[in-house]
């Protein structure tokens, strides 16, 4: 498959990669491009940001949740059509799994997938020093796949300075994004939730995009995007004969966690999804067979959730008559007895785990994990795997024993999940395409059918 992408790395976290990123997004959008952006890592936020604000279409890239050859199917599948597709980095370009890996790393993903890189380099406090940080990660692996960089905060004066030392190096000088405080993107605005915040951020996007229409050569960039050689990768696996089902999926302010790419293999294998809102409807769809409650903010909007009193007991109800039902940490949330906002205060949920969860101060049990059984099950059997991560700053009083969740470096590990008839809830998020043989028992157990 032909298709033009680049890569956009940087040394570190913090380096400006979002921001820089994100404004040469809706630069491409407003020249008419159709564009798409993936991210790397298990990232849901960046990409409902670069939907929601900037308006492109947008999904995640991972190499612990996939393999190579499913990255690849993925990257093309949703690539299919656009005219650019743009990758955005975690953290630093080499920092991967662990300490001393480069595994799953942006680096692996940028070389998966054949793509030029663009190294984002913040020079705030340098000069020519910056070319020494680029020397040594063009140079730390041969096969970096750097091809341009894209210095932050540089004023013009020192870029042009430097612009012919970059194309001695044999990389090409796109441009540099000068110190721009109040067009800044940070971390705490790719979680928006109100429609305030996106009327504001979508100005500043504008701005940035005008700003970077002046400072980087796009013709360069489009340019080497084209470069990038077809990509070969294996056709979607055959799909088994599965029964036609339709599931309700939670999904509005509070429950937004979805993974294009779990929603996709559901309806590949013969689900129609069901949108629904547990804030503003009143009862889960009349005709859906099973429930999937994914994660979100519920503790943002816990007294609307609460006050909704139909809702919570529509689904519980359809819990306790049978209804199979994926829950994942906000939506496992959900189904507590009593949910703590971020006030303090505690609200009343669905009840139908007899459980309370509260706010911490820290990142609880954070990261990515390997899931197994702790005896057998109708979604996961024994010696059956899923691969899933944590991220949440709430606790709960029960999180479930029926799983067994292993870090992938390193010896921690710990028990999670319940697994209770028709239910499986707990703070995992689940990667689906990691193990399609779950997906499709769930749905089997949708349709009436016993395994």
């Not at 820089?20 to 790397?40: D, E, H, P, Y």
């Not at 009327?199 to 940035?208: A, F, N």
């Not at 359809?318 to 940490?329: D, K, N, T, V």
Request: with cysteine; proline share 6%.
């Amino acid at each position: 498959m032909h298709s033009p992408r680049l890569v956009f790395a940087a040394p570190s976290s913090g380096s400006g990669k979002t921001t820089v990123t994100c404004g040469i997004l809706q630069a491409l959008k407003n020249r008419g491009m159709n564009v798409f952006s993936f991210k790397c890592g298990p990232d849901y936020i960046d990409p409902m940001f670069q939907e929601k604000v900037i308006g492109v279409r947008s999904g995640t890239l991972d190499l612990f949740f996939s393999g190579e050859d499913t990255l690849k199917r993925l990257f093309c599948r949703n690539a299919e059509g656009s005219d650019i597709s743009v990758v955005e980095g975690v953290m630093g370009f080499y920092d991967g799994l662990g300490s001393d890996t480069d595994r799953a790393s942006t680096y692996h993903v940028a070389k998966v997938l054949q793509a030029p890189v663009i190294l984002i380099v913040n020079a705030r406090g340098q000069a020519l020093s910056t070319l020494a940080e680029l020397d040594g990660f063009m140079k730390f692996r041969p096969d970096s796949g750097i091809r341009g960089v894209i210095f932050n905060q540089m004023s013009e004066h020192v870029f042009k300075a430097l612009e012919p030392e970059v194309r001695r190096m044999g990389i090409l000088p796109i441009g540099y994004l000068p110190k721009v405080s109040d067009l800044v993107i940070e971390s705490r605005h790719l979680g928006l939730v109100t429609p305030g915040e996106i009327d504001g951020l979508s100005d500043r996007l504008q701005k940035l995009a005008e700003t970077l229409e002046k400072t980087l050569d796009f013709e360069a960039l489009l340019k080497l995007s084209a470069e990038a050689p077809d990509l070969a990768y294996l056709p979607d696996p055959d799909i088994p004969d599965m029964p036609r089902t339709k599931i309700a999926v939670a999904k509005d302010e509070a429950f937004c966690f979805l993974y294009k790419d779990n929603l996709a293999l559901l309806e590949s294998l013969g689900a129609e999804l069901l949108y629904f809102s547990p804030i503003h409807d009143q009862t889960v769809p009349d005709e859906a067979q099973g429930l999937l409650l994914p994660g979100g903010y519920p503790e943002l909007y816990a007294k609307e959730i609460s006050e909704n009193v139909s809702m919570l007991e529509s689904v519980a109800s359809a819990i306790r008559s049978g209804m199979p039902c994926l829950a994942e940490c906000g939506g496992f949330l959900y189904l507590h007895k009593e949910l703590e906002d971020m006030d303090g205060t505690y609200w009343p949920m669905a009840g139908v785990l007899d459980a309370k969860a509260w706010r911490t101060n820290r990142l609880g049990r954070f990261g990515y994990i390997t899931l197994a059984s702790n005896g057998d099950n109708w979604l996961l059997p024994e010696g059956e795997q899923i691969r899933a991560h944590e991220f949440h700053y709430y606790e709960s009083s029960d999180c479930g024993t029926d799983l067994h969740a292993q870090k992938p470096t390193g010896s921690r590990s710990w028990d999670c999940i319940h697994i209770k008839g028709n239910l499986m809830a707990g703070f995992p998020h689940m990667f689906y395409e990691s193990d399609p043989k779950f997906v499709e028992r769930f749905l089997r157990r949708c349709a009436g059918e016993e395994e």
